[in-house]
Nanobody, 121 residues
Framework: QVQLVESGGGLVQAGGSLRLSCAAS????????MGWFRQAPGKEREFVAA????????YYAESTKGRFTISRDNAKNTVFLQMNSLEPEDTAVYYC??????????????WGRGTQVTVSS
């Protein structure tokens, strides 16, 4: 069992940056791939980024590639999402997830409750 708690969301102007964190409980964090997803009002939850269990592989959605960076610190059971050049279209609730990896929600077994990111124009 893994419990995930996101933090770092907030209100930022377009062009600004935010860094999201996701703290995981449990001793098996380093055995899971980690992903970030987001969900805007009225839309499906969509893939943002993912990182392999030991951090050697990273994957990004086309819409976030070059602007967002996913990383992890297995010693601290934490995964991060650095978001730069934010756009109003990035406004959503951001969720972290732990599982077997992939770009769809079905690849993940554990989810946090999310953190709100709002980008003003």
């Amino acid at each position: 069992q893994v419990q995930l708690v996101e933090s770092g969301g907030g209100l930022v102007q377009a062009g600004g940056s935010l860094r999201l964190s996701c703290a995981a409980s449990g001793r098996t964090f380093s055995s899971y791939a980690m992903g970030w997803f987001r969900q805007a009002p009225g839309k499906e939850r969509e893939f943002v980024a993912a990182i392999s269990a030991i951090g050697t592989r990273r994957y990004y959605a086309e819409s976030t590639k070059g602007r967002f960076t996913i990383s992890r610190d297995n010693a601290k059971n934490t995964v991060f999402l650095q978001m730069n050049s934010l756009e109003p279209e990035d406004t959503a609730v951001y969720y972290c997830a732990a599982g077997q990896a992939g770009t769809t929600t079905t690849g993940y077994d554990y989810w946090g409750r999310g953190t709100q990111v709002t980008v003003s124009s």
